[in-house]
């Protein structure tokens, strides 16, 4: 079946620019997540959805980063007034529950390769 | 809190001779434990997990890992690398005791297999 997928694959932007980042995720996965992988940070967690449930924002580097899912599917992840350090690959995961606890894996989509000039 | 550490780098090995890229790693409760891989452009590939249970996970392409309680590694293995398998790994780590279900990775190790 279809894996995780997310749009554009690449954004190249001007600085203090909004940009927004879509994934949908595996059908029938409640759990979403947003990762960061850039060349000084390595591969770092944003935010991650489950369900109804308010979602776990602990990993946002900063008030400039929100991301919201619409209808428990597709989710978009919104980065405002861009800075050169926001460069880096952003990539999104789904698993089938993700409830705390549970031993469910995340799938990966190929991510977004943002560029801040 | 939880955290992952990938020694190495780089690891470069010969075709058919076997890989082993290394992977220790921190919780506070029991370790979930997880090996991606990841060619260029692409994004992360599942490999195999350890969440409980023997202790030798099997998993996609002919990888493998030993979980190590004692040593708190979590090492990936082939037995006869390919050349198509070079590209970059990552460890990953959840303790089943933390709240939500993110993800903590090691920075990750380059494979290159030579012909």
């Known amino acids: 079946g279809a894996g995780v997928s997310q749009s554009p694959s690449n954004k190249v932007t001007e600085k203090g620019k909004d940009v927004e980042l879509r994934c949908d995720p595996i059908?029938?996965?409640?759990?979403l997540y947003w990762y960061r992988q850039s060349l000084g940070q390595g591969l770092e967690f944003l935010i991650y959805f489950q369900g109804n449930s308010a979602p776990d924002k602990s990993g946002l580097p900063s008030d400039r980063f929100s991301a919201e899912r619409t209808g428990g599917s597709v989710s978009t992840l919104t980065i405002q007034r861009t800075q050169q350090e926001d460069s880096a690959v952003y990539l999104c995961?789904?698993?089938?529950?993700?409830?705390?606890?549970?031993?469910?894996?995340?799938?990966f989509g190929p991510g977004t390769r943002l560029t801040v000039l | 809190a939880q955290s992952v550490a990938q020694p190495e780098d780089q690891v470069n090995v010969a075709e058919g001779n076997p890989l082993t890229v290394k992977c220790t790693y921190s919780?506070?409760?029991?370790?979930?434990l997880f090996w991606y891989v990841q060619y260029p452009n692409r994004g992360l590939q599942f490999l195999l997990k350890y969440i409980t249970g023997d202790n030798l996970v099997k998993g996609s392409y002919g990888f493998e890992a030993e979980f190590n309680k004692s040593q708190t590694s979590f090492h990936l293995k082939k037995p006869s690398a390919l050349v198509s398998d070079s590209a970059l790994y990552f460890c990953?780590?959840?303790?089943?005791?933390?709240?939500?279900?993110?993800?903590?990775f090691g920075g990750g190790t380059r494979v290159l297999v030579k012909p």
């Open positions: 919780v506070s409760g029991n370790p979930y």
């Open positions: 995961a789904s698993s089938l529950m993700g409830l705390a606890g549970t031993t469910d894996t995340q799938y």
């Open positions: 059908s029938g996965h409640t759990a």
């Open positions: 990953a780590v959840r303790d089943n005791e933390a709240a939500g279900n993110k993800l903590t």
